[in-house]
């Protein structure tokens, strides 16, 4: 979302528009957005946080005449890109702000570039699905107890398989999400060597 302003000097701040004040009110309108949603299935409930805020000024003392607020939108349920947009421009001083989606083009290791909008629907598979079900064998050969089916808070590659491709996706590795990107991010070396066996034994269960 971009907000915009009105520089001047900042030595008499009253005669300009700091992009960066009026990007306040939107942000904590986003924040108690984020406190009214509620679990509606399986997958939990939707989240919005701010996750960046850039800005754009003359020099650092002059009042910034535009502000970018980066926003990181997640769905519990398939909803249609526009309404989440009208969701968010339907906040309290963002009336005028410009609302875009952003785009990832990066190129991969080959040189290919395909473009696409950051935008994933959620995805479920169901629980009697032949992944799941080989997956459940696979564990409780392995491990010789009864696995935990349930749902990672975080989005994973899993976004794009199964949520744009509708390829049948399921999600197993080591560590816990609750560490994920934070700054004790870590995984147990035992875990790691376990679940490298469920890698190795996993497809050929599957192919029974």
């Known amino acids: 979302m971009i907000v915009k302003g009105l520089s001047c000097d900042a030595s008499a701040p009253q005669r300009g528009m700091n992009a960066i ?4 009110p939107i942000i904590h309108e986003l924040e108690e957005l984020n406190k009214s949603y509620k679990d509606s299935n399986f997958l ?3 989240s919005v946080a701010v996750t960046q805020l850039f800005f754009k000024t003359p020099s650092s003392s002059s009042i910034p005449d535009e502000c970018t607020i980066h926003i990181d939108r997640r769905i519990s ?3 249609e890109l526009n309404s989440i947009i009208k969701e968010v421009k339907g906040l309290k001083g963002a009336e005028n702000s410009k609302i875009e989606v952003i785009s990832f083009s990066k ?3 080959t040189g290919v570039v395909y473009p696409c909008k950051k935008y994933f629907s959620p995805w479920i598979l169901d629980k009697n699905h032949m992944f799941i079900n080989a997956a459940v064998e696979t564990y409780k050969k392995m491990f010789e107890k009864e696995p935990k089916i349930d749902k990672w808070t975080m989005s994973t590659n899993g976004g794009v398989t199964a949520g744009i491709f509708n390829i049948p996706t399921i999600g197993f590795g080591p560590g816990n999400e609750i560490f994920a990107h934070g700054p004790r991010e870590q995984i147990e070396v035992n875990q790691l060597v376990e679940a490298c066996k469920f890698y190795a034994m996993f497809p050929k269960r599957l192919s029974k």
Request: proline share 8%; charged share 25%; aromatic share 24%.
């Open 77 to 79: 349920t398939s909803k």
């Open 21 to 24: 004040y009026k990007a306040f």
């Open 44 to 46: 939990g409930s939707d």
């Open 107 to 109: 190129p991969s290791y």
